[in-house]
Every structure is written in C-alpha cells, then in structure tokens.
C-alpha cells in the first residue's frame, strides 16, 4: 500500500543560496541526498529546513533517478514560503515522546520521516503554522478519522472511481501526480471528482467545449448527480464526467466509457472484484446474476452497433471493435494518497464468452471460478494502455441515441458512470510541451526503473 510520507531536507548556507536562485528562476528544486525508499505513486512532504534550525519551506517531493553512488536525486516543486519559520525545536519538543527520538533525529539530520513519526510532525505542524494547513491537512489523523468514518461501500466505491478516472488519464497520456491531491471535505462526496482541485460544474465553458460534439453528452446534462474535472498537462487534456443517481453509499460499481477524439474511439470497462483463495490466491467466481445481466446488455448494444457502424478510412481500422472489457481485480481498497493503477486482468469481452465455457475454470465442486492460473491470457494495465492509446481497439458510435440508451442503462441499474473524452484540439492555455514515456522508448525496451519523464519543448511556426 503507497502511503504519504514526509522528508526533512537539511540545507547548508551554501545551498540555501542556490535554493534561492533556483526559486526565484525555477520555482522548484533538486537536490542530492542519501539513498531512500518512497514509492512514487504516493505522495511526499519535504520540509525544507535552513541553517539557522527552521523550516522555512514546505513542497511536494518525488524520488528521482539516481544522484550516484548511494545518493537519490530529491525533486521538489509546489515549493511555499511559510508566513513565519517555524523552528525545529519546537517540533522536536511538541511530538508525543513515544516518537520525539524519531523525530529529532531526521530534524537534526535529515531524511525520511518513519510513518508514525511522519503522522505526527503533520498533526503538530498545522497548529505551529496555520497558513500550511491548506498544504498539509489531507494527511492529519483529524482527515484519516473522517474518511474512516465513510461507509465500507462508500469508500469501495470512490476506490473503484479513483481506478476508472487513474486509468482515463493513463490512456491519455497524462500525469496521474493530480490524484494524489485528493482531500476530504467535511460533508461527505457525492463522487471521487468532489475531492479534487480539477473538479467543475458541468456547465464549465471548456467542459462544454470539449463534449458538446461527444456522442452521449446530452444525456449526461440531464442526470441529476453528476461531476466534472478537467485534467491538463502539457498540451494532453482530459475531460471527466462521473454520473449517476444514487447517493455513494448505494451505487453499486463503476463503468469507465474512454473516448479518443483524434481516432472517434470509444472503449467500456467495467470493474469485477476478485475475492481471496488459499489455493489460487483470487478467484472470481460466475456466474453471477448481475454480470449475465451486463453481458447480456452488451450483446444486444453490439447487434445494434453492427447495423450502423462502417469501416470508410483508415483511422476506423481497428483489430477489434468489440468496446467491451472486464477489469478482475483481486483487492480494490480507496487509497487517497495514491496514484498507481490497480492491479488486474482486462479481458476483452469476446473473450470472456469462450472463458465462460471452458472447462479450465471448473471448480473441484463444479462451480466456475476465475484466476490468474487459469485464464490463459489476459490484458495488464501497460499493455492494455498501449492497445487503447493508438485506438487499435475499440468502436466508433455514429449513432449518439446508442450510447444514451447504454448510458441510461448503466445509471438505472445503480452503477455510476466515469466518461471520460481526449479531445483532438491542443489546450488552448497549455505549453507547447509533451511528454515522453519513459517506460518504452524508440527501440521499445524498457528504460531503467528510475528514469522519469522527460518534457520536451516544440516550436511551431
């Protein structure tokens, strides 16, 4: 589980100088520090500590690549000045003794923070600096409790939610580091998108801009709980809409609908929780009412589908256009602080309905079970990404009255809808930026675990 946690940088007077420099020209900063674990799907707070013993600045971490023998790179951006330095002494004086050791240790010396010690440096250091606390809050015990407080569907829920949009912004190519900002209010979310700092009214201007020619958009106008976000990086831009009629605590799952404007590409998800076995690790079992029910609706969307759709250019080639795949995750928990993908098996529906008759996933007692020994093949997280991205799979729907009635489905079997577009046209206000995967390069190998994205800069005439 990739869970937040803390940094105590250490600066000398001669790197406070460059520290400086680097904001005011940069507004962020690297440094050289010894070797440290920290996933990079979580978040990291670095309190910037300067010579005279206080921690003048506060700013979100990330391990980099290696700095050389034994020495991790520090990357930090979102650097903020502290209305008044807050001294380290009194940290080390306010923390609970069971930790105060702990903590006067990485305060004097630097470094990682444990994970109690990390808890507790954040719940004293709202009360020494207010102005932080918009920075910090989401990481305090008081936020912990109230998110205990939610119901165990409610929080299953905003994890399935969480998963869709994670996996909406990794087919368009865009950062998923805006997840990790996800913060609890006091009243309780009518979806994951409330807890974002993207989130808008669906009657956003760019909203409307990016969905207004988007088969189904004219529905989702009407239902009556709905959110939107709009993620951007770089020139990528993503356009969430997450729909449904039932409070969070009684819908009943998630389907993802991705559309690709540049290729008119429409692909469906839809999320199965897999269940522990001592003997083949997670198993789903079937048949289940309410899946023979969602296929049978896919069927009869696909008979439909068959009547309108036509291949006329190259960009609808596709080596399927069968829209519909089962994501089976073996353990789904709401994880706010993390900006990884869920593990998984995305089977293509076709293929699920020779799985359903194959004689591998019989039970000893004559039920079916899936799992990852018996399935034979199955789509990852990455290499789904990669299917998806080039619209090499997927659908285009001429028809918008198709999807509406699909949508309309979905919604009034309790299930939410995440539907997410990447439009074809640049972002107006974006840089001319992009980034360059860093998992894959030209050659299609893969690079060093520690590399990071590089970005790029694009002059057009």
Not at 42 to 59: E, K, M, Q, R, T
Not at 108 to 113: E, H, V, Y
Not at 134 to 143: C, H, N, Q, V
Request: hydrophobic fraction near 40%; proline fraction near 5%; aromatic fraction near 8%.
């Amino acid at each position: 589980m990739a869970k937040a946690g803390g940094y105590i940088l250490r600066l000398s007077q001669e790197r406070l100088g460059v520290f400086d420099h680097a904001m005011d020209m940069y507004g962020r900063f690297a440094e050289a520090v010894p070797s440290f674990n920290h996933s990079r799907n979580a978040p990291l707070v670095c309190f910037i500590v300067d010579p005279s013993g206080h921690v003048s600045h506060i700013g979100r971490g990330r391990r980099g690549v290696n700095a050389g023998t034994e020495q991790s790179r520090l990357n930090i951006d979102e650097i903020h000045s502290l209305d008044s330095a807050v001294s380290i002494d009194d940290i080390i004086t306010g923390v609970p003794n069971r930790n105060r050791k702990a903590v006067e240790d990485r305060f004097q010396n630097g470094g990682l923070l444990s994970p109690k010690a990390f808890q507790e440096t954040v719940d004293l250091f709202v009360q020494l600096a207010p102005g932080a606390g918009g920075l910090i809050e989401r990481f305090t015990t008081s936020t912990r409790q109230r998110l205990e407080r939610l119901s165990e569907r409610a929080r299953s829920n905003l994890a399935y939610q969480k998963e869709a949009v994670a996996v909406a912004l990794s087919l368009a190519g865009i950062d998923r580091a805006s997840l990790a900002e996800w913060s609890l209010e006091e009243e309780a979310p009518e979806s994951f998108l409330d807890g974002l700092a993207e989130v808008r009214m669906r009657e956003d201007p760019m909203v409307i801009q990016d969905m207004r020619q988007v088969p189904g958009y004219a529905y989702l106008r009407d239902v009556p709980n709905a959110a939107a976000a709009v993620f951007v990086d770089g020139e990528d831009r993503l356009t969430v809409i997450m729909a449904n009629r039932q409070p969070l605590e009684e819908q009943t799952g998630t389907d993802l609908i991705y559309f690709n404007e540049r290729f008119q590409a429409f692909i469906m998800v839809q999320y199965k929780a897999m269940e522990p076995d001592d003997e083949l690790g997670a198993i789903f079992r079937f048949p289940e009412a309410k899946l023979t029910d969602e296929l049978s609706r896919m069927d009869r969307f696909l008979k439909e589908l068959s009547r309108v759709k036509t291949v006329t250019k190259t960009d609808d080639f596709r080596f399927s256009d069968d829209p519909f795949f089962l994501k089976f995750c073996p353990r789904v928990q709401f994880e706010p602080d993390s900006t990884g993908l869920t593990k998984g098996m995305y089977i293509p529906h076709a293929y699920w309905r020779l799985l359903e008759k194959d004689d591998r996933l019989k039970g000893p007692r004559g039920g079916r079970r899936l799992a990852y020994s018996n399935v034979g093949r199955y789509f990852d997280n990455t290499s789904f990404s990669m299917m998806v991205k080039g619209a090499w799979v997927g659908t285009s729907i001429p028809q918008s009255e198709l999807l509406e009635r699909w949508m309309r489905d979905v919604v009034a079997s309790g299930r939410s809808i995440t539907f997410a577009v990447k439009p074809d046209d640049p972002d107006p206000d974006g840089e001319d930026v992009f980034v360059v995967d860093p998992n894959v390069d030209l050659d299609g190998l893969a690079l060093q675990q520690d590399e990071e994205p590089v970005r790029v800069k694009i002059s057009r005439e």
